[in-house]
């Protein structure tokens, strides 16, 4: 059972563009919502986290949209750029690991 | 502030071998969180560690096992290998096992099973 559901799989924008990468949760349970950057041969880089409690948080050019009532959740990249090109993961937690979605690859082009 | 680092970074074993993969943790981390990262998908919990003693484990058979040290380092340790055990295994650890605790990955371990 996926607990989490990303889309799109793959997304290519504009340099300048806005990056939307969407993600939804089942378990009503899980309180803490990250992101992670993943360039290729590297772990997962924490890019910014929400709790259920916040319906929005910005840390520069990324924005978390929150809808708990929709159970979803969203990634927004402004003004994205060709070094914004990666593997992006949403993921979700209760108490011990994390859940992760399947991952976007985000191909930002000159 | 030393980051997560994972040893070996790549490794070649045969099907029925054992393995045994570490992590150090970064620096005033006591939790250790270990996932196995198929091709194309994202990360699998494993399990993870606090204090010394296992505090979650994900759907994974018990051939694989862990260990954390005083220091907080960890071991992954998987017996019987299988050949869809070949994946990229994440170490990651957070400074307490609260849920909302930030958790930072290592560049991993790349297994690959012959």
């Known amino acids: 059972q996926q607990q989490v559901k990303q889309s799109p799989q793959s997304l290519i924008v504009q340099k300048g563009g806005i990056s939307i990468i969407n993600c939804a949760y089942e378990?009503?349970?899980?309180?803490?919502f990250p992101w992670y950057q993943q360039f290729p041969g590297k772990g997962p880089a924490l890019l910014i986290a929400i709790r259920p409690d916040v319906s929005e948080k910005k840390e520069g050019r990324f924005t978390i949209s929150f809808n708990k009532s929709a159970k979803q959740f969203s990634l927004h990249i402004m003004d994205s750029q060709p070094g914004d090109s990666a593997t992006y993961f949403c993921?979700?937690?209760?108490?011990?690991?994390?859940?992760f979605g399947k991952g976007t690859h985000l191909i930002i082009q000159p | 502030e030393t980051g997560v680092t994972q040893s070996p970074t790549h490794l070649i074993k045969t099907r029925g071998q054992q393995v045994t993969l570490r992590c150090s943790s970064q620096s005033g981390h006591n939790t250790v969180s270990w996932y196995q990262q198929a091709l194309g998908q994202g990360p699998q919990f494993i399990f993870q560690y606090y204090r010394e003693e296992e505090n979650g484990r994900g759907n994974f058979p018990p051939r694989f096992s862990g260990l954390q040290f005083p220091n907080y380092s960890s071991e992954l340790n998987v017996n019987a290998l299988e050949l869809d055990d070949s994946a990229l295994y994440l170490c990651?650890?957070?400074?307490?096992?609260?849920?909302?605790?930030?958790?930072?990955f290592g560049d991993g371990t790349r297994l690959s099973i012959l």
């Open positions: 378990n009503t349970a899980f309180d803490y």
């Open positions: 990651a650890s957070s400074l307490t096992g609260d849920s909302n605790q930030p958790q930072h």
């Open positions: 993921a979700a937690s209760l108490g011990d690991g994390l859940t």
